[in-house]
């Protein structure tokens, strides 16, 4: 039990009557990385704002390093680090200054706060910004600073909220490459994130959410093993004729509008059949991946 | 700060003091603009008054005395500069850091909480009053209207005003939904504390409702109070004053805190 970073049972959040977060529960340990998955409005945003204690629990119950977040939310908050959905650096600041500002929020003495500030720019790859406005920075050095800034007091819980959505590649990777570094410290990352990349690159374990409630949760390779195979078939314009193979074998398959998809988990003698008989082109097999597992749990349609 | 909802009194550590820090380090850079009004308002206005509109009211009787028209004006300026500074502070500027700039989301994040945030945002909007009416009495002493030692109360009074001002402005920034609503309680409030409160003409010409009705603006205590102390004649009945609005300024200090936890704590 002390053990857990974040011990959450039968979670809920609901917003005049309507449910953004509908009984969830989930464990994350020290030094993990864990991850939450889902699409837009899936209630990620309301489940970590729980967490860091911004928005009160409607009913449920959530611990956080072994306290009640009810109770103990000012000590819950000196020990985490949250970067939130949005930048919310402060623009009337220059880089330094927001650093050192967000520092004194939690007590730290001055000099401590230069030197960590210092040290934190040069983590995160922004010393030669230091005097810089926030409005002067492209989103991947705000996003940088963001967690630099979550990362001012030493946090023993790092909460990040989309850390990487709207960043080039490069960006992201530095931030992956960051976050990897972290995480090999030691520090306990929560992550909510779209990518599913990103979400097979850093988390340990993780949860896949939609409309507020937990769809699976596991580690990336096993949630993939378990829900769709190790390979995915895809074919472009499937012929009748392999329609009905497919149906007839009972393959674990989708059909989308002009693309069919079989999971299996012995895709190169499946693939040499289909591609041999059933199909002359368009016809590929690939290594399945959290993507897969996520729109087949999902489902495709928009959420907006 | 999820029990808030069943907590009723606000609370409230001496962390707040890091917004009034935060806030101050803005100012660092930006003193010039904010701080001309206060020290180039009254100059127009006593100017304007003294050497326009004196011409033809020169004087005017107070407390059953004549004293001159700047003179009776002179205090009253610094009481709508105390009210502006903090009401300017508390709705425009600090519905910016709130709604635009997400400020207020990024500091509940770490250990202060919503009601040291609020507390901290009213208190620098007293402070500003107070800077403000500093600069302006230096101003208005160049021009001899200011009595000592008794006007050296008049800056610990300021904060007191910025108190009442900046709390009731931040009632405002919880309910307006956007920024131009600001223009209503403006229109409907400030605006006419500004010409009905005794600051240009003495009260007892207005008919009787609306004496009564202005007895209810704190502007009209803070004249009051203000006025007194420039021309050093205390009364006693002044406690009154005093004690409304110190009344009023608790009162909408708490309705303020109440206000934004139902904003943003959600
Ligand atoms: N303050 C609020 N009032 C009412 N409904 C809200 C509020 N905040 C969120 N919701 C609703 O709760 C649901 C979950 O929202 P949430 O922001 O947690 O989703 P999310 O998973 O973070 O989505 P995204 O990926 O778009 O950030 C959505 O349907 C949203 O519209
Ligand atoms: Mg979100």
Redesign the interface.
């Known amino acids: 039990m002390s053990e857990d970073l974040i011990f959450a049972k039968d979670l809920c959040k609901t ?1 005049n009557g309507f449910k953004a977060v509908d009984g969830i529960s989930l464990r994350m340990s020290r030094g993990e990385c864990f991850g939450i998955l889902g699409p837009n409005g899936a209630g990620k945003t309301t489940t970590v704002r729980m967490i ?6 409607s009913s449920g119950t959530l611990k956080v390093f072994g306290m009640d ?3 103990h ?2 000590l819950i ?2 020990k ?1 680090g ?1 970067c ?1 959905q ?1 930048n ?6 220059t880089v330094f ?1 927001n650093l050192v ?2 520092a ?4 730290i003495p001055r000099v401590t706060a230069r030197q960590r500030t210092t040290e934190l720019l040069r983590f995160m790859q922004l010393e030669h910004k230091k005097k810089a406005k926030i409005l002067e920075l492209s989103g991947g050095m705000q996003r940088r600073l963001v967690i630099a800034r979550a990362l001012i ?1 030493k946090p023993e819980l790092l909460i990040l909220d989309e850390p990487t959505t709207g960043l080039d590649p490069q960006s992201r990777h530095q931030v992956w490459a960051r976050l990897a570094e972290l995480r090999a410290q030691g520090l306990g990352i929560l992550l909510t994130t779209h990518y599913m990349e990103e979400a097979a690159h850093l988390c340990d374990r993780l949860v896949i959410m939609d409309h507020g409630r937990i769809l699976v949760e596991g580690a990336p390779l096993d949630l993939i093993h378990q829900n769709v195979g190790a390979n995915v078939i895809e074919i472009e314009s499937p012929s009748e004729s392999l329609l009905k193979f497919v149906k007839e074998s009972n393959l674990d398959h989708e059909k989308l509008s002009h693309r069919l998809l079989i999971y299996t988990r012995d895709g190169e003698t499946l693939f040499r059949k289909i591609s041999d008989d059933l199909c002359d082109r368009g016809c590929s097999l690939r290594m399945a991946t959290l993507e897969d597992v996520f729109l087949k749990l999902t489902g495709r349609e928009l959420r907006d | 700060m999820a029990v808030r909802e069943t907590n009723w009194l606000p609370d409230i550590s001496p962390r707040f003091l890091r917004i009034l820090q935060r806030n101050s380090q803005v100012l660092r850079r930006t003193w010039k603009v904010n701080f001309l009004p206060p020290v180039l308002e009254p100059v127009l206005y006593l100017l304007a008054f003294g050497a326009g509109l004196g011409l033809l009211v020169r004087e005017i009787s107070y407390q059953g005395k004549p004293v001159s028209y700047v003179a009776y004006i002179a205090p009253a300026l610094i009481a709508i500069n105390i009210m502006y500074n903090a009401f300017f502070e508390n709705t425009f500027a600090s519905y910016v850091r709130m709604y635009y700039q997400k400020t207020y989301d990024a500091i509940m994040a770490t250990p202060l909480n919503l009601d040291e945030i609020i507390t901290g945002e009213i208190v620098w909007g007293a402070v500003k009053s107070l800077i403000a009416t500093i600069l302006m009495m230096a101003v208005i002493s160049f021009f001899r209207l200011l009595v000592y030692p008794q006007a050296i109360l008049i800056v610990p009074l300021a904060f007191l005003g910025g108190l009442a001002f900046g709390s009731v402005a931040m009632c405002f920034t919880a309910l307006v939904p956007q920024i131009e609503v600001f223009n209503f309680p403006i229109f409907l409030f400030i605006t006419p504390m500004f010409l009905f409160s005794g600051t240009f003409f003495p009260l007892d010409t207005l008919p009787k409702w609306a004496q009564v009705l202005a007895q209810v603006l704190p502007l009209t205590h803070l004249v009051a109070l203000v006025r007194a102390l420039a021309m050093g004649k205390l009364q006693v009945q002044l406690l009154l004053s005093l004690l409304y609005l110190a009344v009023f300024s608790a009162a909408t200090f708490f309705l303020a805190i109440k206000l934004m936890r139902r904003r943003l704590i959600i």
């Open positions: 917003y860091y204690g911004f928005s009160p629990v977040i009810q109770k939310a000012r908050k000196a985490s949250v939130q949005e919310n650096l402060d623009p009337d600041l200054q500002t967000f004194s929020y939690f007590d007091n």
